[in-house]
């Protein structure tokens, strides 16, 4: 008897060493990794940002002047980006990104001087062993911990939920998708 229970073990034990782990592409809520080219995503945080706001002020600095007025119908949203990289490679983050509610509505993010904006999402190679945003940055080192992807979207969007992220992969394999929590 216990000679088979040894053997059923040990045979559970080789069973497991075979899988490998499950690659997601999709994240129901914030704060589950999703993959996209061997990087995993995760959307920390995402927020209606208020510029009257001492601390949103500097989350929305560095908007190109043709995209700093907002329309009566629209707000500034943040999404706030960790990427890391633990395979034994370098590898590009992604670049594009698109936030989608469920008519259909897409909204694109909005580039951001990274000069006068510390905070802002820096698509980049990330070094084996890596994160983005790199470790003693400042979006880092906030009290949200990721860097910043930054939206304008229709008020009416946000009734129009869930949200979803969509993030493309650079090298034009799968994409993922991360509900967003408003």
Partial sequence: ML????????????????NKEELVTLGETEGIYVTVDGLKYQV???????PASAEDQAYVRGV????????????WFGIFMRVENDGDEPRPAADEFVIRDTQEAEFEPLGLDRESNVYAYEPREIPAGNVLPMLGAPAYDNTVGGALILFKVKTGSLYNRPLELEIASPSGGDDAVVDLDV
């Fill in 44 to 50: 920390q945080l995402s927020r209606i940002l208020n």
């Fill in 64 to 75: 190109a002047p043709a995209d700093e007025e907002l329309e009566q119908d629209e707000v």
């Fill in 3 to 18: 000679a088979a229970c040894l053997a059923v073990v040990a045979s559970l034990a080789v069973a497991g060493c075979g």
